[in-house]
C-alpha cells in the first residue's frame, strides 16, 4: 500500500468521527491563529518603527549627553532623534556638550553643518489657548535639514533672527488647529512671530511635528543657558558613511573630554545604529509572544494525542483486520502519523484563515499588524509538527497491537 492509499484511508478515519476531529483541529487553529496574531504585532511594529526612523534622515547623527557601553566603534545605541534632543546611554557619568565643542565637530571629515541643540518643555500660547510643548532652539544654517523635515509653508530662519518660530505639523494642524503662518504665540510669555510650519515627516518616534523650533540664540535667552547644548545633531556630507563619521565624530569628542572609549561620557547614534537595537527588540518581543502563544497550540496538541489514543481504541479491531491482512507495522504506524498529521493540517490553514481576521481587528483599533509569508510558514509548519508529534505514541500503540487479540476487541 502507498502513501497515497494511506493518506485516503486517513481522511476516511477522520470524516468519519467528524465531531472528534474537529474538535481536536480547533485546538490546533486556536493554537495557530494566536502565534501568528501575536507575532505578527512585533513585525508590524518593527515595520513602522524602522519606516519612523527611516523618516527622521539617515544622514543625521546625535550626540548627546550620557555614555554607553553598548556601541561598537566607540558609539552608542540611542536613537537619532531627529525632532528631539538624543537620549543619553546608560554610563555613570554625564559630562554635558558645549556649544563650543560643537564647533569643533565641524571640523571632523564629512561633517556637512553642525546643528546644537538647547531644549526645554515650555508653555507655548496662541490666543487663550495653553500648551506644554518641547521648544527646540537650533541653528538656523543647519534647519530645516537636521529637523528631518521640509518646510510646508513660509521660510526658514535668517541669521541672528530672534523673534521667529517654525511649528512642526502637528503642532499646527491639531494642538492649536488654526492658520499659524505669520501669527504671533507666546513661549514662556515672549512673543514670537510664526514664519514656517513644517510638512509632516510621517514618524511618530521622536519626529519633530510635535515641536516648535526658534533660533538657538533666542532660545539661549528664554532659557538662560549660554554653555551647555542639549543635544548635537551632526548634517553628514552626501555620499558618505554616516557610521564611519559618527566614529569619527566620537573620536573627536574622546579627545576634547580627554576620556578613553571604556569611559565615554557621551552617545553619539546613527539611523543604521538605532535600527539595529529597534529589530534586537523586537525580535525578543516575537519569541515572548511566540512562547505566550504556543501554550494555546500545546493544549491543542494534547486534545490531538486524546483524539488520536481514542482513535486507536475505536480501531482496535480495525487494525487486527489491517494485520490478518498482511499489513506491516510500518503502514500501521504510518496511517495514524498520517491522521495526526492531517489533523495538524486542516488546523494550521484555519489557523491562518483565522489569524488573518485577527490581524485585521488588531490593525482597526490601531495596533499595528502584518502577516509575513514566512509566518505563515512558521504556523503552518509547526501545526502540522504538532500534530506528527501528538499522534506519534497512540500510532507506536496501534502498531504494536497483536492481531489475535485485536481480532478479540469487542
Same mark, same amino acid.
Given at each position: 500500500?502507498?502513501? #497515497?492509499?494511506?493518506?485516503?484511508?486517513?481522511?476516511?478515519?477522520?470524516r468519519?468521527?467528524?465531531?472528534?476531529?474537529?474538535?481536536?483541529?480547533?485546538?490546533?487553529?486556536?493554537?495557530?491563529?494566536?502565534?501568528?496574531?501575536?507575532?505578527?504585532?512585533s513585525?508590524?511594529?518593527n515595520?513602522?518603527?524602522?519606516?519612523n526612523?527611516?523618516?527622521?534622515g539617515a544622514?543625521?547623527?546625535?550626540?548627546?549627553?550620557?555614555?554607553?557601553?553598548?556601541?561598537?566603534?566607540?558609539?552608542?545605541?540611542?536613537?537619532?532623534?531627529?525632532?528631539?534632543?538624543?537620549?543619553?546611554? *546608560?554610563?555613570?557619568?554625564?559630562?554635558?556638550?558645549? %556649544? +563650543?565643542?560643537?564647533?569643533?565637530?565641524?571640523?571632523?571629515?564629512?561633517?556637512?553643518?553642525?546643528?546644537?541643540?538647547?531644549?526645554?518643555?515650555?508653555?507655548?500660547?496662541?490666543?487663550?489657548?495653553?500648551?506644554?510643548?518641547?521648544?527646540i532652539?537650533?541653528e538656523?544654517?543647519?534647519?530645516?535639514?537636521?529637523?528631518?523635515?521640509?518646510?510646508?509653508?513660509?521660510?526658514?530662519?535668517?541669521?541672528?533672527?530672534?523673534?521667529?518660530?517654525?511649528l512642526?505639523?502637528?503642532?499646527?494642524?491639531?494642538?492649536?488647529?488654526?492658520?499659524?503662518?505669520?501669527?504671533?504665540?507666546?513661549?514662556?510669555?515672549?512673543?514670537?512671530r510664526?514664519?514656517?510650519?513644517?510638512?509632516?515627516?510621517?514618524?511618530?518616534?521622536?519626529?519633530?511635528d510635535?515641536?516648535v523650533?526658534?533660533?538657538? #540664540?533666542?532660545?539661549?535667552?528664554?532659557?538662560?543657558?549660554?554653555?551647555?547644548?542639549?543635544?548635537?545633531?551632526?548634517?553628514?556630507?552626501?555620499?558618505?558613511?554616516?557610521?564611519?563619521?559618527?566614529?569619527?565624530?566620537?573620536?573627536?569628542?574622546?579627545?576634547?573630554?580627554?576620556?578613553?572609549?571604556?569611559?565615554?561620557? %557621551?552617545?553619539?547614534s546613527?539611523?543604521?545604529?538605532? +535600527?539595529?537595537?529597534?529589530?534586537?527588540?523586537?525580535?525578543?518581543?516575537?519569541? %515572548?509572544?511566540?512562547?505566550?502563544?504556543?501554550?494555546?497550540?500545546?493544549?491543542?496538541?494534547?486534545?490531538?494525542?486524546?483524539?488520536?489514543?481514542? *482513535?486507536?481504541?475505536? +480501531?482496535?479491531?480495525?487494525?487486527?483486520?489491517?494485520?490478518?491482512?498482511?499489513?506491516?507495522?510500518?503502514?500501521?504506524?504510518?496511517? %495514524?502519523?498520517?491522521?495526526?498529521?492531517?489533523?495538524?493540517?486542516?488546523?494550521?490553514?484555519?489557523?491562518?484563515?483565522?489569524?488573518?481576521?485577527?490581524?485585521?481587528?488588531?490593525?482597526?483599533?490601531?495596533m499595528? *499588524? #502584518?502577516?509575513?509569508?514566512?509566518?505563515?510558514?512558521?504556523?503552518?509548519?509547526?501545526?502540522?509538527?504538532?500534530?506528527?508529534?501528538?499522534?506519534?505514541?497512540?500510532? #507506536?500503540?496501534?502498531?504494536?497491537?497483536?492481531?489475535?487479540?485485536?481480532?478479540?476487541?469487542?
Open positions: 500500500m502507498n502513501n #497515497r492509499e494511506i493518506a485516503g484511508l486517513a481522511f476516511n478515519s477522520i468519519y468521527r467528524s465531531l472528534r476531529s474537529w474538535l481536536a483541529i480547533m485546538g490546533i487553529v486556536i493554537g495557530v491563529a494566536s502565534i501568528i496574531s501575536l507575532i505578527s504585532i513585525v508590524g511594529m515595520d513602522q518603527i524602522q519606516k526612523l527611516g523618516g527622521l544622514n543625521l547623527i546625535t550626540i548627546s549627553s550620557g555614555g554607553s557601553q553598548a556601541g561598537s566603534m566607540g558609539f552608542g545605541g540611542g536613537p537619532p532623534m531627529g525632532g528631539q534632543g538624543g537620549m543619553g546611554g *546608560s554610563g555613570s557619568t554625564e559630562t554635558a556638550i558645549t %556649544f +563650543q565643542e560643537a564647533e569643533q565637530l565641524k571640523k571632523v571629515a564629512n561633517v556637512s553643518a553642525v546643528d546644537a541643540r538647547l531644549q526645554e518643555r515650555a508653555t507655548v500660547t496662541y490666543r487663550n489657548k495653553n500648551a506644554s510643548l518641547t521648544v532652539g537650533t538656523p544654517s543647519a534647519f530645516p535639514a537636521s529637523a528631518a523635515a521640509t518646510l510646508l509653508q513660509g521660510t526658514a530662519f535668517l541669521p541672528g533672527d530672534t523673534s521667529s518660530a517654525i512642526g505639523y502637528s503642532v499646527a494642524t491639531e494642538t492649536f488647529n488654526d492658520s499659524m503662518l505669520n501669527k504671533p504665540i507666546k513661549i514662556d510669555g515672549k512673543v514670537f510664526v514664519i514656517g510650519i513644517l510638512n509632516t515627516s510621517g514618524s511618530s518616534f521622536g519626529g519633530p510635535r515641536n523650533f526658534i533660533s538657538q #540664540r533666542a532660545a539661549k535667552t528664554l532659557f538662560s543657558q549660554t554653555q551647555n547644548a542639549s543635544s548635537v545633531i551632526a548634517i553628514t556630507a552626501s555620499g558618505s558613511d554616516p557610521d564611519v563619521v559618527a566614529a569619527a565624530i566620537a573620536v573627536k569628542l574622546r579627545a576634547l573630554h580627554r576620556v578613553t572609549a571604556a569611559k565615554q561620557d %557621551f552617545t553619539v546613527t539611523a543604521s545604529s538605532m +535600527q539595529s537595537t529597534i529589530s534586537s527588540v523586537t525580535g525578543t518581543l516575537s519569541l %515572548f509572544l511566540g512562547a505566550i502563544a504556543s501554550i494555546s497550540l500545546i493544549v491543542g496538541g494534547i486534545g490531538v494525542a486524546n483524539a488520536m489514543f481514542t *482513535s486507536v481504541l475505536e +480501531q482496535t479491531k480495525y487494525i487486527g483486520l489491517l494485520k490478518a491482512l498482511g499489513a506491516r507495522k510500518r503502514m500501521i504506524l504510518k496511517l %495514524f502519523v498520517f491522521e495526526a498529521g492531517l489533523v495538524g493540517l486542516v488546523g494550521g490553514i484555519l489557523g491562518i484563515v483565522l489569524s488573518f481576521a485577527g490581524s485585521a481587528v488588531l490593525t482597526s483599533f490601531g499595528p *499588524s #502584518r502577516i509575513s509569508l514566512e509566518l505563515l510558514a512558521l504556523g503552518l509548519g509547526v501545526s502540522m509538527l504538532v500534530g506528527i508529534v501528538s499522534g506519534l505514541i497512540p500510532a #507506536r500503540n496501534a502498531a504494536s497491537v497483536a492481531p489475535v487479540e485485536a481480532l478479540k476487541y469487542e
